[in-house]
């Protein structure tokens, strides 16, 4: 049985008054336990035409390759999470960044936010505490059975089919401000309209 936050009481799930969705209420102190989506912050880098990829030392999908990303903190912004988690999963400086894409993620209730940005001049990178090994992949070389999250797999690929089209146009491919934002929904395709359909039949 799950107990309050606040002073312990055990709680129990019901529609809060002007609510239309179960939430976890304390009987005792009133208080009620939101739960909300979570968002998760990470990087699509590169450095001469190669995509920076981590393999994931850590469950879900341990052994299979993933951009560095990871939850963002309290204190944070999104950009300054995205920036985080490259340097802690792969030891790398995430340059230039700026909002590519947006995953709208209902079923678990998560937001994921993809930067693209430029590795340091340098180019140095490192496995970090969660990665079993780090590597700078040409774009030919990705094997995409490996990739660990289907998120992970539209980020490529978007930034690569803009790539191209960035190239053909004759604009700087090299520049992470010369690309498109896109905003995805999976898993749910669900209208507005429709989400008030079905919350007026829960209530």
């Known amino acids: 049985m799950p107990f309050c936050l606040q002073c312990g ?33 990470g990087t699509l880098c590169y450095h001469q035409d190669k995509i920076l990829l981590c393999k994931r030392a850590i469950e879900p999908r341990y052994g299979y390759w993933t951009l560095p990303a990871g939850f963002m903190e309290n204190g944070e912004t999104m950009l300054a999470g995205a920036v985080r988690e490259t340097f802690e999963e792969a030891q790398a400086t995430a340059c230039n960044a700026r909002l590519y894409c947006l995953f709208d993620i209902a079923h678990l209730g998560q937001v994921h936010a993809i930067y693209l940005a430029k590795l340091s001049d340098d180019g140095y990178f490192a496995a970090g505490a969660e990665s079993l090994e780090c590597a700078l992949v040409d774009d030919d070389n990705i094997n995409w059975d490996t990739l660990a999250f289907e998120t992970i797999r539209q980020t490529i690929k978007h930034y690569l089919a803009d790539k191209q089209a960035l190239i053909r146009q004759g604009i700087d491919a090299n520049d992470p401000s010369n690309y498109p934002l896109h905003q995805i929904t999976l898993g749910d395709d669900t209208t507005p309209s429709q989400m008030a359909t079905k919350l007026s039949k829960e209530s």
């Open 9 to 41: 009481h055990a709680a129990n799930f019901a529609i809060p008054v002007g609510d239309s969705r179960p939430r976890l209420v304390c009987p005792a102190c009133q208080f009620i336990h939101y739960e909300n989506p979570k968002i998760i912050c």
